[in-house]
């Protein structure tokens, strides 16, 4: 019964990330090729982007309507209306016009961005605390698969021309044959989302938002009765056993008694007590804003972005095959954090990393000083690129999805992650936008600026983020209320 339980939560987590990560993300690169051909778009023109930045917009925007729309729906509808906007995907290799592709892109990014927010939060809802950084983390690692699954899709499906400049690529393949390649790689997307679809219907409404205040207080309960041993039952004592003895009771909605029953059955002393509007909690907001700050302004778009430069400047003949070895890389490490995060805790695996991520943004423009002879440059900051990859990975680009969706009592944990998550969108937006006009203005000099944010939120967070590994949402809650702001990750849950 608990295993079943916990693969339902497992699949909500990988199935999710599967569909964000080649839907929102993956496909769009092989892609964007295939749409300047199919539509005849000049690579440098607005409209040859727009196609994929309105994949962005629609996911920014949809993610910041995202709390009231959970909020009205459910998680568990939530989550179903966002994978039927998924599938709008289907309808792209059919579409003649490219306005009409415009709009479909954004159908899609708002599936997307709803996703973002469903899928996390409805996993941390439920999730027994000694496992939920595990189970969060799950997200993160099947995002940056199902990136290198597209990589390796669109090596394959773009063919041995692949490294072309796009217009000569375009020469070589009729439109036909361009709309047969773009199938291919759609209808992966369609069939994630299909698959997420029937999880969804499989899976119980076990967490109402709006009533999560009382949802968080019975587990509560439970995990609070299965701390105290059999015996000291027996002996009437009340032990405080250490949090490793804890055992985990499935919540309600996976076969355990509806929580109105056991109200009315005297189960459930008191509930908990927090207040449901966002401005009485101020301090987890900011927190969780600073932590996806930390992703997309630490620079991880624009390191992807500019590592074409590094192979270039060592004259790789196979651009294509070295960004599937880059996007190899950024998965694996994310096993890292998955296998980590609950055994030594989000604090003491995600500060590190933070710091890490800066210190390679200020030395990575210093690289054109110290070494002359472009390829050892180049090499050099291969090496970086992956110190970089590997430090963002184990740390804010897989714990933002565990530590944004515990830091919120139940009631609001919904609306608070899906600010968060906004705020991930719209740096993701900005960062597109402004890297390539601030690489040409500053050049390499406009790793400074990622570095500086960086150190930024490393020093924040340093000062204020908690540790929450093997803490309940109310626990939490009650820790971030008591603790004044500058605690150096100190919780007091007195």
């Known amino acids: 019964h608990i295993l079943c339980a916990m693969l339902l939560l497992a699949l909500v987590n990988i199935l999710g990330g599967l569909v964000y990560g080649y839907t929102g993300v993956g496909m769009n690169n092989p892609l964007h090729t295939l749409w300047s051909c199919w539509y005849t778009l000049d690579p440098g023109m607005l409209r040859a982007s727009l196609l994929t930045s309105c994949v962005n917009f629609g996911a920014c ?55 973002s927010c469903a899928a996390p939060t409805y996993v941390s809802a439920n999730a027994p605390v000694h496992l939920r950084g595990t189970l969060g983390s799950l997200f993160q690692v099947s995002v ?30 009729t439109v036909a044959d361009v709309r047969g390649r773009a199938m291919l790689l759609t209808l992966p997307a369609v069939a994630l989302s299909l698959a997420m679809l029937v999880l969804t219907w499989c899976l119980p409404s076990c967490t109402d938002y709006p009533d999560g205040a009382q949802t968080e207080a019975l587990l509560t309960k439970q995990r609070s009765d299965a701390l105290i041993p059999a015996e000291a039952k027996h002996r009437g004592s009340n032990p405080n056993p250490d949090q490793s003895t804890r055992r985990w009771s499935p919540p309600v909605g996976f076969g355990s008694a509806s929580l109105d029953r056991t109200l009315s059955e005297g189960h459930l002393d008191d509930l908990a007590t927090t207040s449901p509007h966002m401005r009485h909690h101020l301090k987890p907001l900011l927190i969780g804003v600073v932590t996806a700050v930390s992703i997309q302004g630490s620079g991880i778009n624009a390191v992807m972005f500019y590592s074409n430069s590094f192979f270039e400047a060592a004259d790789v003949p196979y651009k294509s095959l070295g ?74 680009g897989s714990l933002f999805w565990v530590i944004a969706s515990e830091l919120f009592p139940q009631e609001i944990s919904v609306l608070g ?28 000099s406009v790793f400074y600026i990622f570095g500086a944010v960086g150190i930024f939120c490393a020093l924040f967070l340093t000062a204020t983020l ?29």
């Open 61 to 115: 925007a949809f993610c910041m309507l995202s709390g009231r729309i959970l909020q009205f729906t459910g998680p568990k509808w939530g989550l179903a209306l966002s994978n039927l906007l998924c599938c709008v995907a289907a309808l792209m290799i059919v579409v003649e016009q490219y306005w009409t592709q415009v709009v479909l892109h954004t159908i899609v990014g708002c599936g997307v961005g709803l996703l």
């Open 144 to 173: 940056t698969f199902a990136i290198l699954f597209a990589s390796v899709g669109g090596y394959f499906v773009l063919g041995g021309d692949r490294d072309l400049p796009i217009p000569r690529y375009c020469q070589q393949h």
């Open 323 to 396: 960004s599937v070895v880059i996007m190899l890389w950024n998965f694996l490490t994310t096993l890292v954090a998955l296998l980590l995060v609950d055994r030594l805790g989000r604090r003491k695996l995600y500060l590190p990393m933070m710091w890490l991520v800066a210190a390679t943004m200020f030395i990575l423009p210093l690289t054109n000083t110290w070494v002359a002879d472009p390829h050892w440059r180049a090499g050099l900051c291969f090496a970086l690129l992956g110190v970089f990859i590997g430090a963002f990975e184990i740390g804010p």
């Open 417 to 444: 992650f899906a600010i968060c998550t906004s705020v991930t969108w719209t740096m993701c937006i900005a960062v597109t936008l402004l890297f390539p006009l601030l690489q040409h203005v500053l050049g390499n």
């Open 466 to 494: 908690p540790e929450t590994k093997g803490l309940t949402k109310a626990e939490i809650t009650k820790g971030l209320q008591s603790t004044p702001w500058v605690s150096f990750g100190q919780l007091v849950l007195e």
